[in-house]
């Protein structure tokens, strides 16, 4: 016969140290009254979701204005769900979002942080110590029911319309012998280890979720699996242990947890731990067809953080966007002065959305276009310059050779009450400046967007005369406009829109017209920020080899 502790550690082998050595290495944490400590622990199952970054930006958030700890833990115990470089992407996202957390893996091999490891995949020591603990005091036990037998018990649970799962009467290797049980891991019968539940399924259980509220739930009574027979525990089981060791305050996750709460408070109770305070969000949904779902990764790419990084969504944006989507007192905080740092700004949960709140593209990209308005022209340029060199690059030689002329470029209707907002993110420039490089100047004729005033001799009328008569490089912008409207007199054009409004068949059209062939022969396009400006960019000799090009 074997004392309980042999058994324990013959059903769970080679494990170093006992629960007692890693209750002393990872003492209480040493904090301010109030401070409270938080993890985001994505899995990496798939690409970097943008709920993941939500949850961290929350979290990031509550830590630091509470003087508190934010970690970051990688949960992959599930490795048949791993993804090839799941774990870079997540650490990447975090780093390229610039949302710093003060513990956590750093890469694959580096971690900051005296609670580690944050990886769970090497903490497979610590979850076998509480393992067996819970073993020696027969509260988890082997079971070597397999996956058919499972699917079996399903069957007939649902045939007889009974709750699905391995609890009660048909828990069976609840009550397998000790003997017998040595017998057939010898024999290398497969197993995994079981929650031997002290749960009763008609006794409630009441909880206070910080954002959901009261919620009222059965106690669970499933024998659930902990440590499964790869030797990794189950997630239920991990987060309870790295939480209590990591003393974790307030645990912060999707909402698709909260049916699992009672297994979890269960487990917490078995182990003797503290109960930590539980905050249940709700998804990021989208509406599709008029119905609300939540984001999936399957189906909503759009959802990848990564996506934003390529589309050259200022981070900056998407921050503010998460915290919108966090506390709906947000937005007015922050419209009170732009420049201030959003982490200032205190979130809580009561204020937080019970039901989930809806991912908005729109708003992302208002939210951009405010941003980057905001800007100065050379920090834009920065900007825009280091977006090119990862995902356009020749673009990104261009802004390199033609520094100046991008930054004048960029600078029209910057600055001022009222910017210019026409750019929503760093993908959207080059469509919107290409044509003051002159290496990019070869417009075929029929891609001009001439408009009122099509007709090409009198196109090249204006151009000449504009050219030969009234400009000149040294003009101020009055000035300059002045001259225009001189223009227009001179070619029976109405100089100002009022005179044109009430004698229309008095004129061949007015200075908006005229305005627009100028612009179009030094941009084809119809519509360009500032002419004046364009105008001074380019410079004589250029604007009278685009309007000769054209003439041709
Ligand atoms: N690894 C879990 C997930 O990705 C995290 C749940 C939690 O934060 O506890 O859903």
């Known amino acids: 016969m074997m004392t309980r502790k042999e058994y324990a550690d013959f059903l769970v082998p080679n494990i170093k140290h006992d629960r007692e050595y890693y209750e002393k290495k990872y003492p209480k944490r040493n904090l301010e009254e109030g401070a409270i400590v938080l993890r985001v622990?994505?899995?990496?199952?798939?690409?970097?979701?943008?709920?993941?970054?939500?949850?961290?930006?929350?979290?990031?958030?509550?830590?630091?204005?509470?003087?508190?700890?934010?970690?970051?833990?990688?949960?992959?115990t599930d490795q048949k769900r791993e993804v090839e470089n799941g774990i870079e992407e997540i650490l990447e996202a975090f780093k390229f979002y610039n949302i710093t957390y003060d513990e956590g893996p750093i890469s694959k091999t580096e971690e900051k942080g005296a609670y580690g490891p944050y990886i769970q995949s090497k903490r497979k020591d610590i979850y076998g110590a509480y393992v067996k603990d819970l073993i020696e005091k027969d509260l988890a036990y082997p079971s070597f029911i397999t996956e058919e037998e499972l699917e079996r018990l399903r069957h007939e649970q649902e045939v007889s319309k009974s709750r699905i799962g391995y609890y009660g009467r048909y828990a069976v290797d609840r009550n397998l012998q000790m003997e017998e049980v040595i017998e057939r891991v010898k024999r290398n019968e497969k197993y995994v280890i079981r929650l031997k539940s002290p749960g009763n399924f008609d006794h409630k259980i009441v909880f206070h979720d910080l954002v959901k509220g009261k919620?009222?739930?059965?106690?669970?009574?499933?024998?659930?699996?902990?440590?499964?027979g790869d030797g990794l525990p189950t997630y239920h089981f991990a987060h309870v242990i790295d939480d209590h060791l990591m003393h974790t305050t307030h645990i912060t996750r999707g909402d698709e947890w909260l049916s699992s709460l009672p297994v979890h408070i269960q487990m917490h109770e078995m182990l003797g731990f503290e109960i930590p305070k539980y905050a249940h969000i709700a998804p990021i949904m989208k509406e599709e067809d008029g119905k609300r779902r939540k984001i999936s990764k399957r189906k909503d790419p759009e959802a990848n953080v990564f996506e934003f990084k390529k589309r050259g969504i200022p981070i900056e944006a998407i921050?503010?966007?998460?915290?919108?989507?966090?506390?709906?007192?947000?937005?007015?905080?922050?419209?009170?002065?732009?420049?201030?740092?959003?982490?200032?700004?205190?979130?809580?949960?009561?204020?937080?959305n019970v039901a989930g709140a809806l991912f908005d593209i729109e708003k992302i990209i208002n939210l951009s276009k405010n941003f980057i308005?905001?800007?100065?022209?050379?920090?834009?340029?920065?900007?825009?310059?280091?977006?090119?060199e990862e995902f356009d690059q020749p673009f990104y030689e261009l802004l390199k050779k033609e520094k100046e002329t991008a930054i004048k470029m960029l600078n029209i209707e910057r600055g001022g009450k009222k910017p210019r907002k026409d750019y929503s993110a760093y993908s959207d420039?080059?469509?919107?400046?290409?044509?003051?490089?002159?290496?990019?100047?070869?417009?075929?004729k029929e891609e001009y967007e001439f408009d009122k005033i099509n007709d090409v001799e009198e196109i090249k009328k204006i151009l000449t005369t504009y050219l030969e008569?009234?400009?000149?490089?040294?003009?101020?912008?009055?000035?300059?406009?002045?001259?225009?409207?001189q223009l227009c007199e001179e070619l029976g054009y109405a100089a100002n829109m009022k005179d044109y409004k009430e004698n229309p068949e008095k004129y061949k059209g007015n200075v908006a017209d005229v305005s627009t062939v100028i612009r179009v022969a030094t941009t084809s396009k119809k519509q360009t920020p500032n002419l004046y400006d364009i105008l001074q960019i380019l410079g004589k000799e250029k604007i009278a080899s685009r309007f000769a090009k054209w003439m041709k």
């Open 41 to 76: 622990a994505p899995s990496p199952t798939g690409f970097v979701h943008f709920g993941t970054l939500f949850q961290g930006q929350l979290d990031h958030n509550l830590a630091k204005n509470s003087k508190g700890v934010f970690m970051l833990r990688i949960e992959d």
């Open 215 to 228: 919620v009222e739930m059965p106690e669970n009574d499933i024998d659930h699996v902990i440590l499964k």
């Open 319 to 352: 921050k503010e966007y998460l915290m919108t989507l966090s506390n709906s007192n947000f937005e007015s905080w922050f419209e009170q002065d732009e420049t201030k740092d959003i982490d200032d700004f205190k979130i809580t949960f009561e204020k937080m």
């Open 373 to 388: 308005a905001r800007l100065s022209a050379e920090e834009f340029y920065e900007r825009v310059l280091s977006w090119a």
């Open 429 to 444: 420039v080059y469509q919107n400046i290409w044509y003051i490089f002159d290496e990019k100047w070869d417009v075929p």
């Open 469 to 485: 008569k009234y400009y000149d490089e040294k003009d101020d912008q009055d000035v300059w406009f002045e001259k225009i409207k």
